[in-house]
């Protein structure tokens, strides 16, 4: 935001245009000679554009731009901003987001399910203030993609880059759980929060989801799992990342929910089912809710001087009108 230490003196700016008319405009400003041209009848004359008369433009226009940059300089502006410090830390929250092939199932239209995913997590954490997220990526293997940050822009960038298939053709969601529980371990968060949200059933990895889940619970860290996908037969359409072949068909296998509720039981957590995209909304509405912590925080006020930097500027632009007609209009006053 722009404000000004002394406004009162911007009204030194209504002078400019009369000052202007007086200078270049007005006939009885000296230095000019009136030629009646009524008698004769003929064209009037025209002075033809030269290099001196564009010079000479030139420096006018730099002097009375200089002239309102120094005036506008000598209101005092500045340039004042709102800086947040958090003096607490917020909650740590890793997402844990399926990438196998059945996440492409479009029962979750215009996109498919992990189009759908990628929505609320873009949502849920455009919402958050100095709660550091992160997330992992899980098919075949799990990877860490973003470490808890702050850093939403990035994550973001991160998320959006994430696609269906890209960690192979399986759904390891023992090692995913795993892979998080690991990072948010040495956290000093007050809370610390896993969200997994999968379409299918643990077929590969080599730490299975209940053993996952009871070392997040010895870790206390709060596990919650969201069941994406309706029942019955879906279409799905997914792009081979090798052949770069569309593949379409459908799909009727789904989630086994009785085993997402045992492992939130084991870990002390909580499952959601979420079989439309207003059930996948409301799931992460009540997770939020509830991952929330009271945060501390200082509002300090920053007002940056912009007057010398103008000054400068002013001064320049005068200082170009004076070479102009020194150096280039050899004007002797």
Do not use: C
């Not at 002394?6 to 000296?30: C, E, Q």
């Not at 309102?68 to 410090?85: K, N």
């Not at 010895?218 to 996908?229: A, E």
């Amino acid at each position: 935001m722009l404000v000004f230490e002394r406004p009162a003196l911007l009204l030194l700016l209504l002078a400019v245009p009369g000052l202007v008319y007086l200078r270049h405009f007005w006939r009885g400003r000296g230095g000019t000679f009136s030629f009646p041209f009524g008698v004769w009848g003929g064209k009037g004359f025209v002075p033809p554009t030269t290099a001196a008369s564009v010079f000479v433009a030139v420096a006018a226009a730099s002097f009375w731009v200089g002239l309102i940059v120094l005036l506008v300089a000598f209101a005092g502006p500045q340039r004042v901003t709102r800086e947040r410090s958090f003096l607490t830390r917020g909650v740590d929250i890793v997402f844990v987001l399926d990438q196998s092939p059945t996440m492409a199932a479009r029962d979750f239209l215009p996109g498919n399910r992990f189009e759908a995913a990628r929505g609320v997590i873009r949502r849920f954490v455009s919402l958050r203030e100095n709660d550091p997220v992160g997330i992992v990526g899980f098919g075949l293997e799990a990877s860490l993609r973003v470490p808890p940050t702050i850093d939403y822009e990035h994550f973001l960038a991160v998320l959006d880059t994430m696609e269906v298939f890209e960690m192979g053709d399986g759904t390891a969601i023992g090692m995913g759980i795993a892979t998080a529980a690991l990072h948010l371990e040495r956290s000093n968060a007050p809370r610390r929060a896993i969200i997994l949200l999968t379409d299918g059933v643990n077929n590969a990895g080599e730490i299975q989801p209940e053993t996952a889940a009871r070392a997040v619970r010895s870790l206390g860290i709060n596990l919650y799992i969201i069941g994406i996908g309706s029942d019955g037969e879906v279409e799905i359409e997914i792009r081979d990342p090798e052949t770069g072949r569309l593949l379409r068909g459908t799909i009727r296998e789904s989630y086994d929910q009785e085993a997402m509720l045992e492992i939130a039981d084991i870990a002390g957590g909580r499952f959601f089912y979420a079989g439309s995209s207003g059930a996948l909304q409301a799931a992460f509405d009540a997770i939020d809710t509830i991952e929330r912590v009271e945060q501390r925080s200082l509002l300090r006020v920053v007002r940056q001087p912009l007057d010398q930097l103008l000054i400068f500027w002013g001064v320049g632009l005068i200082g170009i009108d004076f070479l102009i007609r020194r150096l280039f209009v050899r004007e002797v006053v």
